[in-house]
């Protein structure tokens, strides 16, 4: 009888490994090569805020080659896996860049505080239409024989057509985001337009591709920076939008690389006075803070060493534009309030909540659902995964929010491949949903509803999920 000797079969499983290995590599390759290809056409030929009705079908494909290549790279070796993730987050920001902003104006604020800052004046004192600024407007961000007709046009009531969206009313972004805009402009070529702040947002989403890489080779699985270099929302986004939400986004993955206490507090902090949304994150920097069986006096301790450095990075971030513009730092937020549906007195927003409760019973149930999730995560979150606290925090609050701005779940986009839990990408898909329904004129809260309701769905069949099969392995 023929036998095959022991080191012969030892090779042959090797050299399978080694194939089967080689042919999961080349596959995520190749749909990440698919998936670039189709992020640069939605943004060449897939149309903007001006024929959105092609957008949704674009962003279908995305979606799903981006859930293919997400799925076959988690059994790529861990090496191989973590250089596609670089590359191909490299590539999309590539791809991002090939056409000028195609679904938000917010970027051309952006360029516009740049400038009234570079030239000694605070960007909390006038709006844009000011005649205090006049000296300030160049043809590119106020163009004249366009008759200020165009998606990202907007005229003032004094005749005034500029790219800046609400251009009668004060700036909105904390000071951290306006040394951002101050920064990009400083170093921007004249003549230079929207591309400076494109590349910066494209620099800010590789940045936070490699910090997330960072923290994850620690566990072993890089792979999972993939649901944020890979995420359609991510080059739209942060890069061909140029959303200042990502350096709040970055400033948070890099609190959660760091160890619990100042440092962590400091970065928050930081975050916080780029976007205020960061803030929700601070329940899952102190997860357990509020745990049975702790003293008083530790945990006083531990908030304090989070809390107080937070509040004094906002605080100093905040300090020289109050001493030259006073309560004018303010800006917009009261009206932005009023105008999205946040404010005690309206219920534009809280689709969801509407469909199974009053009107008026919307907003205060919406923050009794934010407060719970927080507390269960101070009072049961695990202190050595505090991204997945504040996952929760986040993403329950944009699901009963409801936002119209899919860039606002950016974090959660960072905090799910922190976690892993894939199951809250549902989050940033249904505000892209949303936000083209809405460019299309479609209104109503059903509209509204269903892409955060199919999204809560989503996420409470994976957390179902994932609860049995938690109790099946300690059966």
Known sequence: MRTTRPGRSLWAASAANVAVVGVRTVITAALLAALTAVTAATLRVGGDLGAPGHLLIWYGVGW???AAAAWTVRKVPPRAAAALVLIGGVALSAAALSAPPRTSDDMYRYAWDGRVQAAGISPYAYPPAAPQLARLRDPWLFPSGTGCQGWDLHQAPTGVCTHINRPT?????????EGWYLGVHAVSPAGSRHKPFQIAGAVLAVA?????????????DPWQAALWAWCPAVP???VNDAHVDTLGVLFTVLAFGVGPGVRRGA????????????GLVLPGALSGLLAPGRRLRDRLAEAARVLVPAVLVVALAYLPYVLVSGTGVIGYLPGYLHEEGYDAGSVGRFAVLRLVLPDAWAGPVAIAAIALAALYVLRRGDPQRPWRGALLVTGTALLVTSPGYYWYALLVVALVALDGRWEWLAVPAAGMVL????????????VQAWP??????????????????GRRGDA
């Open 267 to 278: 970065l928050v902090g930081a975050g916080i006075a780029v976007k205020l949304l960061p």
């Open 435 to 446: 936000y083209i329904e809405t460019a299309q004129g479609l209104r109503g809260i059903p």
């Open 64 to 66: 799903a080659l981006f």
């Open 236 to 238: 739209i986004g942060a």
């Open 208 to 220: 936070t591709t490699g910090a997330l890489l960072l923290v994850l080779r620690r566990r072993g």
């Open 452 to 469: 955060f309701g199919l999204a809560a769905v989503i996420v409470a069949t994976g957390a179902a999920v994932r609860l049995r099969a």
């Open 169 to 177: 009313v004060h700036t909105i972004y904390p000071p951290v985001a």
